[in-house]
C-alpha cells in the first residue's frame, strides 16, 4: 500500500501508468474535455518499465488527482492501492485510481463501459458469448457479461488458462456464441487477428472488438463481411473515461 497526501493549493494533474503510451486514447480525450469544459487541470502519460515505479511517480508528482491504469498494470497495480471497489475486487483488474484524501482506492471502469455499449445491440438471439483472451480487460468484459445475465466461454493462447484453446475452436462452437470478444490486442494498428473460424460466422452474430484503430480490424471486416453486426471499442472507451472522471470528482 502507498499512502498520498495530496499538496494543498496545487494544480489538478490527471494521468494514465501503462508501459507503451504513445498511441494511447486518453491525453487527448481529457485535454479536449478539459479545454471545451474550462477545466482548470492537465493530463499526462507516466510510461514506466515495471509497476514497483509507481511509488516513486507519486512522489514525483503530489497533484495527482487521479489515474488511469493500462496494459500491463491493470491486475499488478492493485498491491499498491489501500483499497477496491467491489466490482475491481471481483474482477481482479483496476483501470481508474481514485485519490481520496490519503487513500488510493482501485475502480474497474473498463466493465462499465463494455455493458452500456453493448446492451443497445443485444436482440433475442445474442444469448451466449465467447471471449477471445484471458487478460484485464477480459476479466472486465466477463464480469459485464455476468451481470447482463450473459452465458459465456472464454478462449486462450495458452492451455489452461481459458475454457478452450483457439486451435480447439470450431464451427459448432462459432455457431453457438453469437456474440465474439475480442479482448485482446491483436489487431491494433492492423497488426494480427484472433484465430478463429470465421467461415462459421453468420448475420446472427455480433462481433465486438474493444481495439478501436483502425475502427474496422481484420476480426470486426470478417464479420461484417459475413452479414454480421459489428462495433469496436471507442464508444466503450470513451463511457469508461466518463465514468472515471465521476469518480474523481466525487
Known amino acids: 500500500m502507498v499512502e498520498k497526501v495530496l499538496e494543498p493549493n496545487k494544480e489538478r494533474l490527471f494521468g494514465i501508468i501503462g508501459r507503451t503510451l504513445d498511441h494511447s486514447f486518453s491525453p487527448a480525450y481529457f485535454q479536449e474535455k478539459f479545454q471545451k469544459e474550462g477545466i482548470q487541470a492537465r493530463y499526462r502519460t507516466f510510461p514506466i518499465s515495471s509497476i514497483d515505479c509507481v511509488p516513486e511517480l507519486l512522489i514525483a508528482h503530489p497533484s495527482l488527482c487521479g489515474l488511469n491504469v493500462t496494459t500491463p498494470y491493470k491486475e499488478q497495480v492493485i498491491p499498491y492501492l489501500n483499497q477496491l471497489t467491489k466490482a475491481a475486487e471481483v474482477i481482479g483488474a483496476v483501470n481508474c485510481v481514485q485519490f481520496f484524501q490519503d487513500t488510493l482506492i482501485g475502480h ?121 453486426r459489428i462495433k469496436n471499442g471507442l464508444e466503450m472507451l470513451h463511457i469508461q473515461a466518463e465514468a472515471a472522471w465521476t469518480i474523481w470528482n466525487q
Open 108 to 228: 474497474n471502469t473498463d466493465w462499465i463501459g463494455f455493458s452500456d455499449s453493448l446492451y443497445p445491440l443485444l436482440q433475442v438471439h445474442h444469448r451466449s458469448a465467447l471471449v477471445l483472451g484471458n487478460g484485464g480487460a477480459s476479466k472486465a468484459v466477463q464480469y459485464a457479461l455476468s451481470q447482463l445475465n450473459l452465458k459465456y466461454h472464454t478462449v486462450s493462447a495458452t492451455p489452461g488458462k481459458a475454457d478452450w484453446l483457439y486451435s480447439e475452436l470450431n464451427s459448432e462452437i462459432i455457431q453457438a456464441h453469437t456474440i465474439i470478444i475480442n479482448t485482446t490486442v491483436l489487431g491494433t494498428l492492423g497488426n494480427g487477428t484472433p484465430a478463429i473460424p470465421c467461415s462459421a460466422l453468420t448475420p446472427n452474430h455480433l462481433l465486438y472488438d474493444l481495439v478501436y484503430n483502425p475502427a474496422t480490424t481484420d476480426f470486426l471486416a470478417q464479420g461484417m463481411a459475413r452479414g454480421a
